[in-house]
């Protein structure tokens, strides 16, 4: 179709929530019409099926012997420009300020002013590298340069604006789910696997790092199951796992705790749960929260980051705040000894996940952000009003 575009989409394929939100992104603007290529170091690990407008393009990193370390960064932006210019791309959308927006405005200038870039900020690029006096000054930079910046959160924003002095406008767009993808499942038959039928599952999903205080999981479930019968599954892989399992061996666990390792689809997972565990020092959105709450299933978390803007805090979980394992074990435990307030907590979950992130809605305000900085009017279909979800 005509004014259908051409987008370019850059980001960690096989690495967090960005990587999944892009690949999903990248996905539903296809089904739209939008021709998509994803340009990046690997195949994106959630693109799944075919689909005759999405396009994948390798960046390849030669190995010189003059150079050290492989410059990835360099072989990025010449992969950018080349698609652009064979491909003819309308914009391209960067996920993460460094290196994936600094190489496109690098591409930017070997193709011309023409090209747009998106950059949709995620919350590392801001939360730990932008407090790298050696990095900062590269980060506004990129900001700066980029046609539309996008965050996840308005605590993303905040932090940004605080941090690097950034006054140009910044559009929110909230992280989503494919509600297609997360409901509840029927699991009856899967979950006898994993418990039995009087005791709950609680679940955690990470990478691991430091940052989401994994331990602090296993110290609220030790603190939990002394009175609630319950089961706990670690989803995830990452460099604390070790310390994770010291820390189950420790407290007389292996018997209670199942670690899954990495999985694709977690929909099957979330669905076994009662309850989503993330007491994460920082998240800039949390989107493991959002797939439970698609799921049905409440959270019980730290007050920091976009947290509080996802989980509504005694409606769709709770809040406490960060290394309150004790409190957090409580609200846990409210839940779980309370049928009629988790099924209003369940509802209420689901009810937020599909109307206040809804997938539709989010990607038609990227399209619009797109056509806004390519100075185009909208088509039609975007013109109508607001989308039903």
Not at 13 to 42: C, D, M, R, Y
Not at 122 to 132: K, Y
Not at 141 to 159: F, K, P, W
Request: aromatic content about 8%.
């Amino acid at each position: 179709m005509k004014d259908r575009l051409k987008i370019g989409i850059t980001c960690y394929p096989t690495l967090g929530g960005s990587g999944v939100v892009a690949t999903e992104l990248g996905k539903l603007l296809a089904e739209k019409g939008h021709e998509v290529h994803f340009i990046t170091h690997s195949m994106p690990f959630r693109l799944g099926k075919f689909d005759r407008n999405i396009f994948y393009h390798e960046v390849e990193v030669n190995d010189y012997y003059v150079f050290k370390y492989p410059p990835y960064d360099l072989s990025l932006a010449s992969k950018l420009a080349q698609v652009v210019k064979l491909q003819e791309l309308d914009l391209l959308h960067v996920h993460y300020a460094i290196p994936h927006a600094v190489c496109a405005l690098l591409a930017k200038q070997m193709v011309g002013d023409q090209l747009k870039v998106v950059t949709t900020l995620h919350g590392t690029d801001i939360t730990v590298l932008a407090q790298d006096e050696s990095l900062s000054d590269l980060i506004g930079y990129a900001i700066n340069g980029s046609d539309a910046v996008t965050a996840v959160s308005q605590d993303l924003i905040r932090e940004t604006r605080h941090l690097l002095g950034i006054t140009k406008e910044i559009d929110l767009a909230y992280n989503f789910v494919d509600k297609r993808v997360y409901y509840p499942r029927e699991v009856t038959s899967l979950r006898k696997e994993f418990a039995h039928p009087d005791e709950k599952i609680l679940i955690h999903i990470s990478n691991f790092r430091p940052v989401k205080r994994v331990t602090d999981v296993v110290e609220i479930f030790d603190r939990l199951r002394q009175d609630v019968p319950a089961r706990l599954l670690f989803v995830g892989e990452g460099p604390e796992l070790s310390k994770v399992l010291c820390k189950v061996k420790e407290k007389g666990l292996l018997d209670r705790v199942t670690f899954c390792g990495k999985q694709d689809d977690v929909a099957q997972l979330l669905s076994l749960a009662d309850l989503m565990l993330l007491p994460s020092e920082k998240e800039s959105f949390g989107l493991v929260a959002l797939e439970a709450m698609a799921c049905g299933v409440p959270t019980v978390a730290s007050n920091a980051g976009g947290i509080p803007e996802l989980i509504t805090h005694g409606e769709t979980g709770y809040l406490a705040e960060i290394g309150d394992v004790e409190a957090m074990a409580g609200y846990a435990r409210k839940i779980l000894t309370d049928e009629a307030h988790a099924a209003q907590l369940r509802e209420a979950c689901l009810h937020r996940a599909r109307y206040t992130f809804c997938n539709d809605v989010i990607t038609r305000q990227y399209e619009e952000i797109y056509y806004r900085v390519l100075g185009r009017p909208l088509p039609e279909d975007l013109r109508r009003k607001p989308l039903e979800c």
